[in-house]
């Protein structure tokens, strides 16, 4: 199992040990954050990912997989370089927040079934309606990778845009 | 003269040169309360925070003295942890975030106190997956408590062991559930367990006794231990004791977070006085009170509640929906609730039909799927209020969506039944006409 996935760098298994070592009690509590940790090296959770993380914590595949297809944040396929969310819920909707969305629909091109994250035709964004971000005052709030930005609107939505091409 | 805040736990989180590094804390006289406090009797901090009266800050409002006092030293055979819930994922709520990037090490501090009165040895935060930089300033914060020895082992020489370890979610609302943080915590999917039996404070994480508290409430309890329980409860009223942190958010000119007395002002003080007015002068048409699973307010309604007088005799008042004290128990009083402190005001502009379709939406995502009620009723309150927003019904649709909704409340596992429901009722019985409206104009058409 753990044999035949190609060599994972030495730091990135140093972080999975350091990780499980934070749950002393149920190793199977680091499911969550062996995700996390892989998401962010690799970019999304592979069919790999699962078998690796499973037999990492000494688990079955599916109970990797049930927590993938649960939790909105795991994605099983690769995003654009640009991951952009937008908060949809209620204070930001009252704040402009579907004016937002549709702007940065408009600026990278991106199409698709919009109740998912939808990419733009070059796959360098990836835009996606999310629910509440929890910056309810300065609306709309708008999340592209792990930077944060608030009161993001029309104007706003081009510099982003921009600085993302530069 | 507008009201003073009184800033307890956003005492320094705004002040200029305020970091979020320890030395910084360590300026401001930080982990002196720690320090008395190892050097007190566990049991003696459990009974000041009973003293204290402090409430949950996260939504029930439930007493943190009770909740401790649920594990019981004497009988208790196996460990005990604690799990601090920064899942701050109620909409319009955004209070936790302020705290945990800008005065970290005060949330840390109330922690490590709340674990060594618990006699808790392993703690975890639990933070949301969107506050990826919270994380990370929790992490660093988390380090340099274990260099100076706050944390690890022998804390400061007194005998005390305590590790606490940063833990993220991935973006479920579900998670902000104690039970359902829990199982999240050990690796699953975060379905709420049924209580009884699974009270965290008995079968709780890897069905051990543990307490589960809202950052606020954590930050609070440094400040019952530093001033002592009966001071204050002298802070705020009577059973509604403190500051609180209130998030308002909507039509306001001045959106933002406030600190108060509990009860210390009007809900009309606080969107005029405070936030400056409704936008653009607009007439107040509604406001949600405590996030958004709290119960609408309507702006014209009167309210009749019970409440002391000067002479201390209950007497039933009537009040109008700016005379409401912003407190636990006047907002029960009136038939909605004071929640996680987020204050969604709503001016003459707003469609109802609209906001409650948005709001149902968010339910409809969030449903964790596990009791068939909310896992079927949510969506279809989330299809029928986009039927009815978009004019494709007929006004019995109205009397389905309410009937949905009284379907789902009291018939789920955990309170996201209710949580989705209260908006749909409360909305319905402020509002029917407006939703009725839109039949009716497609008849006409």
């Given at each position: ?166 | ?39 007190t009797e566990p049991a003696t901090l459990k009974d000041e925070v009973k003293k204290s009266q402090l409430r949950g800050r996260g939504g029930a409002g439930f007493s943190c ?381």
């Amino acid at each position: 199992m753990i044999e035949s996935v190609p060599a994972l760098p030495q730091d990135f298994l140093a972080q999975v040990d350091e990780t499980v070592s934070h749950y002393p009690v149920s190793k199977r509590s680091a499911a969550l954050p062996l995700l996390h940790l892989w998401q962010e090296r690799f970019g999304f959770i592979s069919q790999e990912a699962i078998d690796w993380i499973a037999a990492r914590l000494e688990l079955q595949p599916i109970h990797i997989l049930e927590l993938v297809t649960f939790y909105p944040m795991f994605r099983q396929r690769p995003f654009g370089k640009f991951h952009i969310r937008v908060c949809r819920t209620l204070s930001c909707a009252l704040g402009g927040s579907y004016q937002t969305f549709a702007h940065f629909k408009k600026l990278t091109g991106a199409t698709g079934d919009e109740h998912g994250p939808i990419d733009s035709p070059d796959g360098r964004f990836t835009v996606e309606f999310v629910e509440c971000l929890a910056s309810c005052g300065t609306p709309p709030v708008v999340m592209i990778n792990n930077d944060f930005y608030e009161k993001v609107d029309a104007n706003k939505v081009e510099e982003l845009v921009r600085r993302c091409g530069e | 003269m507008p009201i003073a805040e009184r800033r307890l736990i956003l005492k320094y989180a705004d002040q200029p040169g305020y970091t979020p590094d320890i030395e910084c804390y360590l300026k401001h006289g930080g982990y002196s309360v720690l320090k008395k406090a190892l050097a007190t009797e566990p049991a003696t901090l459990k009974d000041e925070v009973k003293k204290s009266q402090l409430r949950g800050r996260g939504g029930a409002g439930f007493s943190c003295g009770l909740k401790w006092s649920f594990i019981d030293p004497a009988k208790n055979t196996k460990p005990v942890y604690l799990i601090c819930n920064a899942d701050e994922s109620e909409p319009g709520t955004f209070k936790d975030r302020q705290i945990i990037h800008k005065d970290p090490h005060q949330l840390l501090e109330g922690m490590i106190i709340s674990c060594f009165a618990n006699n808790v040895h392993l703690a975890y935060i639990y933070i949301r997956g969107e506050f990826p930089t919270g994380a990370k300033i929790l992490e660093q914060a988390l380090a340099e408590a274990r260099a100076k020895n706050f944390l690890g082992k022998n804390i400061l020489g007194s005998g005390y062991d305590l590790d606490i370890f940063i833990h993220r979610g991935a973006g479920a609302y579900i998670c902000g559930e104690e039970t359902g943080l829990i199982e999240s915590l050990e690796g699953k999917r975060p379905y709420p367990r049924i209580k009884p039996p699974y009270f965290p404070a008995v079968l709780g994480l890897y069905m051990c006794p543990t307490i589960v508290n809202n950052v606020e409430t954590l930050c609070n309890v440094k400040h019952v231990i530093e001033m002592g329980g009966e001071a204050y409860a002298k802070i705020g009223k009577p059973n509604n004791t403190g500051t609180r942190i209130l998030c308002v958010s909507g039509d306001v000119e001045r959106p933002g977070y406030y600190e108060f007395e509990v009860g210390g002002l009007t809900l009309g003080q606080l969107i005029h006085e405070v936030c400056g007015g409704v936008k653009g002068g607009r007439k107040l048409k509604a406001v949600i009170p405590g996030g958004s699973s709290s119960k609408v307010l309507r702006a014209d309604k009167r309210f009749k509640i019970k409440a002391k007088n000067a002479a201390g005799e209950m007497e039933e008042k009537e009040l109008g929906l700016e005379d409401i004290p912003l407190d636990f128990d006047s907002l029960a009083a009136v038939g909605s609730m004071a929640g996680s402190g987020g204050v969604i005001v709503m001016d003459e502009t707003r469609d109802m039909v609209e906001v409650l379709a948005n709001i149902s939406e968010f339910y409809a995502h969030e449903s964790c799927g596990q009791c068939t009620p909310c896992r079927e009723g949510v969506l279809w309150m989330k299809k029928l209020l986009h039927r009815i927003n978009a004019g494709h019904c007929t006004t019995a649709d109205v009397g389905v969506l309410n009937s949905v909704a009284d379907n789902i409340a009291g018939r789920t596992i955990c309170a996201f039944g209710e949580a989705a429901s209260w908006p749909v009722q409360s909305f319905l019985a402020n509002f029917r006409p407006d939703f009725e409206a839109r039949a009716e104009k497609v008849r006409a058409a």
